[in-house]
């Protein structure tokens, strides 16, 4: 027989229920995994470092056009490196506007190539909005052209493109022009050249189009006279001033230098 119903038997009074958890020590255990938890998370950041967990990483804001100094080709001499300052290479296809801030506004060159088929236009702009014609030409194009050279410096701080191909353009300081050593130097189409002193000699272009050649320096009365200014195949005297530190050439075909 069961037994006759009656009351359930309860615990004797300052003895522990032994068929309940307390609820502190729920909350003691549920802290416990929560501190288990974060240790874990913090170990792994500091093992596996902020690149593998941060998944808010800051945005790179570096021009992906340009190669070289990411603080939009804002070339620096600040360092004080004997070339003046780092060079800066943009490569783009198209039409498109690129920043240039040369520290100083010292002298430099830009090497350029277009791979496209009809007009090819590079122009520097500067802090007034003056546009200055660095390129004109049409179809396929590689040479050197200076900026920030001669007696009024501007303040460049754009490069205007327009092209309808793949280009590029290299920006230098001055010091990485090709310079004429014993009095000769040869090449095809627009350069800039170093020169240390002058004199006598002869310039040959054989080429179709225009072609010139411009001397630069402090002491050279009027800095960037025109030693030649002609079109199509020459053979000419021509004679550079001792004073003269660059010669700008201009030219759509092969040339040869000789100073004496």
């Known amino acids: 027989m069961s037994p006759p119903p009656g009351p359930t038997p309860s615990t004797p009074p300052g003895e522990p229920d032994r068929g309940r958890v307390d609820p502190r020590f729920k909350r003691r255990w549920g802290l416990a995994v929560l501190l288990l938890g974060v240790g874990v998370v913090y170990g792994a950041f500091l093992e596996g470092g902020p690149s593998e967990l941060d998944l808010a990483a800051e945005p790179d804001d570096t021009d992906l056009h340009a190669t070289g ?14 070339s003046g300052f780092d060079p800066v290479t943009f490569v783009g296809a198209g039409p498109e506007i690129v920043e240039l801030r040369i520290v100083e506004d010292q002298p430099a060159i830009l090497r350029i190539t277009h791979s496209g088929a009809a007009a090819f236009v590079v122009e520097a702009v500067d802090d007034r909005g003056v546009n200055d014609v660095v390129i004109d030409t049409v179809g396929e194009y590689e040479g050197t052209r200076p900026v920030n050279l001669g007696e009024l410096v501007a303040a460049y701080r754009e490069l205007d493109i327009r092209a309808d191909g793949r280009w590029t353009i290299e920006v230098l300081p001055m010091a990485s022009a090709e310079r004429v050593e014993d009095g000769r130097a040869s090449g095809r189409g627009d350069e800039v050249l170093l020169i240390d002193g002058g004199g006598p000699g ?17 002491s050279v009365p009027p800095s960037g006279a025109s030693i030649i200014d002609g079109s199509g195949v020459h053979d ?20 040869e230098l000789a100073i004496d």
């Open 69 to 82: 100094d990411p603080e939009d080709a804002r070339a620096s001499s600040e360092s004080g490196s004997e």
């Open 202 to 218: 002869w310039f040959s272009h054989d080429g179709q189009g225009d072609v010139t050649v411009e001397q630069y320096g402090d």
């Open 236 to 255: 000419l005297a021509i004679t550079v001033s001792d004073d003269a530190e660059a010669l700008i050439i201009t030219a759509d075909g092969a040339w």
